[in-house]
């Protein structure tokens, strides 16, 4: 019905809109390197805990698929990192 689309819909939004500000928390509280260090702590437990609950449900080990995302998260925050001094380099 209109109105679980509505309540789906803006449970998403508000769930996502806390999970985007407990990122931005330490940046506001804390020094910019702790809290770069804080934040990546941070989405590395996330992903642990949502990737072991996606292994439980599948029936899966949930080593092997915690780093698998692990590992993923981990050459995307690498990525990231060499593009961003790629522009910066490029660009000035």
Avoid at 20 to 36: E, Q, R
Avoid at 46 to 74: D, F, R, W
Avoid at 80 to 87: F, K, T
């Amino acid at each position: 019905s209109d109105r679980q689309v509505w309540a789906a819909t803006f449970s998403t939004f508000f769930a996502k809109f806390l999970t985007a500000l407990s990122f931005a928390l330490p940046f506001v509280l804390l020094d910019l390197g702790l809290a770069i260090l804080v934040s990546v702590v941070w989405g590395y437990l996330i992903i642990c805990l949502l990737s072991y609950h996606l292994a439980s449900e599948q029936g899966m080990k949930p080593l092997n698929v915690i780093v698998e995302h692990i590992a993923i998260a981990t050459f995307v925050i690498f990525a990231s990192h060499a593009i961003g001094l790629w522009v910066k380099n490029t660009i000035g």
